[in-house]
């Protein structure tokens, strides 16, 4: 199962940090992802990470901007948000997959979603 919190409401310019809990043995047996989904549109790909954390993916419109990381001790996943715009409102998701990292950060594919938490950005 995977719980993702840390949404709230900021101001343009401000930051967030999201987190995602990973329940089961394993964590460390997966890529993880962020996704992020606004009213009215697709959900689209935000962040991806590799098993190991070394290695990373950003969609264009967040690169430099956000950050991704994780802690496999803790089982965690983190998105560090900065310099938040309007047009980053949305229901943010974190997913897993076993896909190998590299079909991950080429493809994004995923296999497991959790539940999103409603990030709003006020202008």
């Known amino acids: 199962q995977l719980q993702a919190s840390g949404g709230g409401l900021v101001q343009a310019g401000g930051s967030l940090r999201l987190s995602c809990a990973a329940s089961g043995r394993t964590f460390s047996g997966y890529a993880m992802g962020w996704f992020r989904q606004a009213p009215g549109k697709e959900r689209e790909f935000v962040a991806a990470i590799s098993r190991s954390g070394g290695s990373t993916l950003y969609a264009d419109s967040v690169k430099g901007r956000f950050t991704i990381s994780r802690d496999n001790a803790k089982k965690m996943v983190y998105l560090q948000m900065n310099s938040l715009k309007p047009e980053d409102t949305a229901v943010y998701y974190c997913?897993?997959?076993?896909?190998?990292?590299?079909?991950?950060?080429?493809?994004?594919?995923?296999?497991?979603w959790g539940k999103g938490t409603l990030v709003t950005v006020s202008s």
């Open positions: 997913a897993a997959s076993s896909w190998a990292d590299d079909v991950v950060l080429t493809t994004r594919r995923m296999h497991y």
